[in-house]
């Protein structure tokens, strides 16, 4: 899976969106770097990359 997503576009970062499972509704917006990805699919927990 980590493969079809795009690092190329916004420096090595893909958008990442947590939604509510019941109500759709989003609940954070932030990206992830393949790590991140990795990690998350690894974990089954969400990881997110950081700026700082």
Sequence with gaps: ???KLNFGKLNGL???IV???S???VLMVGFMN???VARTM???FVTF???T
Excluded: C, F, L
């Design 1 to 3: 899976m980590i493969d």
């Design 14 to 16: 893909v958008p990442a």
């Design 19 to 21: 939604q509510d499972a």
């Design 23 to 25: 109500s759709s509704q």
């Design 34 to 36: 393949r790590d991140a």
């Design 42 to 44: 690894e974990e089954r």
């Design 49 to 51: 990359w950081s700026r």
